[in-house]
């Protein structure tokens, strides 16, 4: 029997056979048909060891009368920068440092500064992180599940993310937790983040005004070097999937650590936006070229 020109180019594209190579006989086509049966088999089997194994070990866990396994907390695996204020703990990124430091104003407010380790001219190089509470309109949304109590008001003074104009990045971070960007930039800027960082209210202590729409504010520097600002954005990156909370920023509250990002702010006459200056440290002027 021979194949109509049409239904061979067909049954070739969706075989990969090649353009004028032969058929196989009865023989070769039988043979080929066990060699994939006896694969088959053998993955078959492999698959059933490995859900015998499973249940080995899940189903004594499962029976009735038997406690449950602990679960255990999530130890960093290296070192970390927290602030316990502000509810944040942030793995250092390989090759950097780490440090919570007070900002050079009248408040003395604490940030966290990463800069690379053994760099000569560190302000190049510079991802700073504080908490914030943003201006409603501009907040990427609650953590799945979380709920932190207070109340969803949206009059009082808010930091705002200067977006000039422009539509907010937004994206989840590998846990589910949102977060928006400034799209419209600069062309020396990074980039500036803002992730959703609720504070955690406790039913017996009153609850800080604006507690829902807290943030965590990742600065990313600024530098006229294509690649310092290659190297910022991937590191800026890790920081945001990687960023941990803690104290006030879990489920239950932290009566010890009030984030003074929360301490009443007054409003301006207009708008009532309060645009916050958060800790952004200017590189040195670049040299001018010859």
């Not at 960093?76 to 316990?84: E, K, L, M, Q, T």
């Not at 104003?105 to 560190?122: C, F, K, T, W, Y």
């Not at 709920?147 to 422009?166: I, K």
């Not at 977060?179 to 955690?200: F, K």
Request: charged share 25%; hydrophobic share 35%.
């Amino acid at each position: 029997m021979t194949l109509e020109p049409q239904l061979e180019d067909r049954l070739r594209a969706a075989l990969r056979r090649p353009e004028g190579s032969p058929w196989p006989d009865e023989r070769g086509a039988f043979d080929r048909f066990l060699r994939r049966r006896r694969r088959t088999v053998a993955v078959g089997a492999v698959l059933a060891l490995v859900a015998v194994l499973a249940g080995a070990v899940l189903l004594p866990a499962l029976l009735p009368g038997r406690p449950p396994a602990p679960v255990r907390p999530v130890v960093p695996a290296g070192p970390v920068v927290r602030d316990p204020a502000r509810g944040f703990e942030v793995p250092i990124p390989a090759g950097w440092k780490g440090e919570n430091v007070a900002f050079p104003s009248p408040a003395q407010e604490r940030i966290v500064v990463l800069v690379p380790e053994g760099d000569a001219s560190p302000d190049t190089k510079t991802i700073v992180l504080s908490t914030q509470v943003l201006d409603p309109q501009q907040h990427p949304g609650l953590p799945p599940g979380e709920d932190p109590g207070g109340v969803a008001d949206r009059t009082g003074s808010f930091f705002a993310l200067d977006d000039r104009a422009s539509p907010l990045g937004r994206g989840r971070r590998p846990d589910g937790r949102p977060y928006v960007w400034r799209t419209r930039r600069l062309p020396d800027e990074v980039g500036e983040y803002a992730i959703a960082w609720p504070y955690h209210c406790r039913a017996d202590q009153p609850c800080p005004q604006g507690n829902r729409w807290r943030v965590l504010t990742v600065y990313a520097g600024r530098s006229d070097d294509p690649d310092v600002r290659r190297e910022l954005r991937e590191v800026a990156q890790r920081v945001i999937d990687t960023v941990r909370p803690i104290t006030n920023a879990l489920p239950g509250g932290d009566p010890a650590h009030l984030d003074p990002a929360l301490s009443p702010q007054q409003p301006t006459p207009t708008t009532g936006i309060v645009q916050t200056t958060i800790a952004r440290p200017t590189p040195p002027e670049p040299a001018p070229r010859p």
